[in-house]
């Protein structure tokens, strides 16, 4: 997205999953209007992926982790309007003074807020009225920008950039929590019957190839939008690694059920055996045999497995398993992201995230900003594990090579890959 000191042009493109946003150099005195067309973009983006969903479907919560169509987009209207314009455009009325506490996520200093677990109990407001939140949010973000002070307005751009960045995070999981909670319907609906799913891996994408050993930095620098977690940049020490050039198969997937992976426990780590035993784990999330052959549920519906296909909805301790018997390693997110700039990998991006095995944690020096906003990414840095890359899902231009996205262990519904590594050399 266009830093405030610039323009861009935005590329809506319809024949594809994505809103594809660039920036490009120009005149200054456009930057209201290229952020306004911006904004414009992002929500209609939502609202795009939303479009093939009935109310029905748009209420149901199937899993605590995973939220419901129409909270998503009550929620990332609620960003807007508690963090910009509640604070920042004079006059402005809320749409309802119910909604902070029915979507607020998880922002402790933003108030009370609705039991994550109970999202999909919400019949109430209905589509209707939730559309035209969207509605009286956007008129009012558009006002902001047409109307602020030229003083302001770097400030109000640098927040509106976060809820641009935020809301596309939730257009991913939109899409990851439709498809959990369609894969409990014994019927196997289909989000979209032209959904395009990963395609086979170019063979240019076997093999590995080694990264330069010794002081690297990792970590956005420069121009440009990152979330705070990216930073601060800072150097890391790599040893020899060589890091594979493609992302596992479903095809090696198959090798592994079949050799006993999901029934040897010296593969596992005690939590992620606990976990196969506990969920009865014998293939990736939403694997089904039918038949005597493995179909997968999509977001196009119920599809045979491609053998040549990344493999996906996979957990971490899945990965990790998955590694340990083919007597590789996951890379760290270091080396990953090392990989990645020196344009070492295919399908690093727009496929599957990837599992590294670096836990979540803070980068030296990083210190979260004060106030709500502060609460974004910091005080998860416990307890998960760090993904790279990005998804088929992930809106076109939202991810970089420093970007950070992080689930808990056990996590499977997103659209998650592997990525080996071998030390052995
Ligand atoms: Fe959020």
């Known amino acids: 997205m266009p830093p405030a000191s610039s323009s861009s042009v935005v590329r809506h ?3 594809g999953n994505i809103t594809d946003i660039r920036t490009v150099g120009s005149a200054p005195s456009d930057v209201r209007s290229v952020w306004a067309t911006t904004f414009r973009a992002v929500r209609a983006e939502t609202e795009r992926r939303a479009s093939p969903l009935g109310p029905e479907d748009q209420v149901v919560q199937s899993m605590p982790d995973a939220s419901p169509t129409k909270w998503h987009r009550a929620h990332t209207t609620w960003f807007f309007e508690q963090f910009l314009l509640v604070p920042h455009l004079p006059g402005y009325q809320v749409f309802d003074a119910d909604f902070a506490y029915l979507f607020n996520s998880y922002y402790v200093a933003a108030g009370p807020r609705h039991a994550r677990p109970r999202r999909g109990l919400l019949t109430r407001p209905e589509l209707g009225r939730v559309a035209a939140y969207r509605t009286h949010v956007d008129g009012a973000v558009e006002q902001l920008i047409a109307g602020a002070d030229e003083a302001a307005l770097p400030e109000l751009l640098r927040i509106l950039e976060i809820g641009l960045h935020h809301e596309q995070q ?8 439709i498809l959990h909670a369609f894969a409990q319907n014994p019927i196997a609906p289909a989000y979209d ?12 994408a076997r093999g ?3 990264l330069p050993s010794g002081l690297h930095t990792i970590g956005f620098a420069g121009e440009g939008y990152s979330f705070d977690n990216e930073g ?25 059920m079949a050799d006993g992976g999901y029934a040897t426990p010296s593969l596992w780590l ?11 784990w014998n293939a990736p999330g939403y694997w089904r045999k039918a038949d005597g052959f493995w179909m997968q549920f999509t977001l196009a519906g119920l599809k045979p497995v491609e053998p040549d296909a990344p493999v996906s909805h ?16 996951l890379p760290s997110e270091a080396e990953w992201e090392v990989a990645a700039r020196a344009g070492l990998l295919d399908e690093a991006f727009g496929v599957v995230w990837q ?20 609460e974004y990414n910091g005080k998860f840095m416990i307890n998960q594990m760090v993904l790279r890359g990005s998804s088929h899902a992930t809106p076109a231009g939202h991810a970089r090579a420093s970007y950070r996205n992080f689930f808990y262990p056990p996590a499977r519904w997103q659209f998650s890959g592997v990525r080996l590594a071998d030390y052995t050399i």
Do not use: C, M
């Open 13 to 15: 493109r319809h024949d």
């Open 170 to 177: 939730h257009q991913e999981l939109l899409l990851t929590d």
């Open 193 to 204: 019957e032209d959904w395009r799913l990963p395609r086979p891996q170019p063979k240019s």
């Open 208 to 210: 590995f190839v080694e």
């Open 232 to 256: 601060p940049a800072h150097q890391v020490y790599l040893r020899p690694v060589r890091i594979a050039r493609g992302l596992v198969s479903n095809a090696q997937w198959l090798d592994f």
């Open 270 to 280: 005690s939590d992620g055996w606990a976990t196969v035993e506990a969920e009865r």
């Open 314 to 329: 996979v957990s971490f301790y899945e990965a990790d398993a998955f590694a340990r018997w083919a007597g590789k390693d």
């Open 355 to 374: 599992w590294t095995r670096s836990a979540y944690s803070p980068y030296p020096g990083f210190r979260a900003a004060s106030g709500a906003l502060g």
